[in-house]
């Protein structure tokens, strides 16, 4: 695979930034370790590409990765050093545990597919992979088994409907007895894919029949902390003379010109 000495690494799962071996795209770069300079956080995912082909890597926790060489990918679930390595702490990174060396277990899922239909299998297959199913168990305070489950209840669905593929539902916190607080993110970013980059339209009330009927809602900014209306961004100028609140349309144009 030719990747043109290039890979791909995500920011906290969501913003993808491309990395290019033994650059830097904002300052001339000068190689002094070459390893630790081209290695990058890998929290979901890395990918090498061509014009026909994508190699993509999940990852179920956060790793260190990068691509030292075309067509290949290299990953660092756990780093141990037995001696100083001169970075300030002055003690060797040696993890253990009960007197051993720590043993990282962890999975990833290896893709390869053509580039445009990648990023449906790597979004949708990154949150199963983070957000899967957590298994828990107890034994019943009162037998038989029979008894327990007529007093507890022993599942519940908030959802009525089912939330499309390109919308993951963040937060569902009940705050009080009548109040919810609620976060759906569109994770695909802007022409990642032709169908599930696109804007989408949910119907709320749809999807949340089995709490009641949505008597007001209010939109709040991303921490939940204040009403989206009452949000007043600092505004100042830039070293171009220009507002630092760029516009939407400047925005996609530059979005647009960084994509080619």
């Known amino acids: 695979m030719n990747s043109g000495s290039k890979c791909y690494t995500d920011v906290n799962g969501r913003e993808v930034l491309e990395r290019i071996l033994d650059h830097r795209p904002t300052?001339?770069?000068l190689v002094d370790?070459?390893?630790s300079g081209n290695y990058y956080p890998i929290n979901s995912r890395i990918w090498i590409r061509d014009h026909d082909r994508q190699l993509t890597v999940l990852t179920d926790r956060s790793d260190g990765g990068g691509s030292m060489h075309?067509?290949?990918i290299e990953i660092m679930v756990h780093r141990r050093i037995l001696h100083y390595d001169s970075m300030g702490v002055d003690e060797a990174l040696n993890g253990t545990a009960y007197g051993k060396g720590l043993v990282v277990f962890g999975k990833h899922i290896l893709l390869v597919e053509q580039p445009e239909d990648s990023a449906r299998l790597y979004r949708v297959g990154a949150q199963q992979l983070f957000m899967h199913p957590l298994a828990t168990y107890?034994?019943?305070n009162t037998p038989p088994y029979a008894n327990y489950s007529n007093i507890y209840r022993q599942s519940w669905l908030a959802l009525s409907d089912t939330i499309p593929l390109n919308v993951h539902l963040l937060t569902f916190d009940q705050l009080a007895s009548k109040q919810y607080l609620v976060r759906v993110e569109h994770y695909f970013e802007l022409n990642e894919d032709d169908m599930y980059s696109q804007p989408v339209t949910m119907d709320l009330q749809a999807l949340f029949t089995s709490i009641g009927?949505?008597?007001?809602m209010t939109e709040l900014?991303?921490?939940a902390n204040l009403p989206l209306?009452?949000?007043h961004r600092l505004d100042w100028m830039t070293k171009d003379q220009e507002s630092s609140h760029v516009n939407m349309f400047r925005k996609l144009n530059f979005i647009d010109k960084y994509l080619e």
């Open 229 to 231: 209306s009452q949000l």
């Open 213 to 216: 009927t949505i008597a007001d």
């Open 70 to 72: 075309d067509g290949s």
């Open 138 to 140: 107890s034994l019943p």
């Open 33 to 35: 370790e070459r390893i």
């Open 27 to 29: 300052w001339p770069y």
């Open 221 to 223: 900014v991303l921490n």
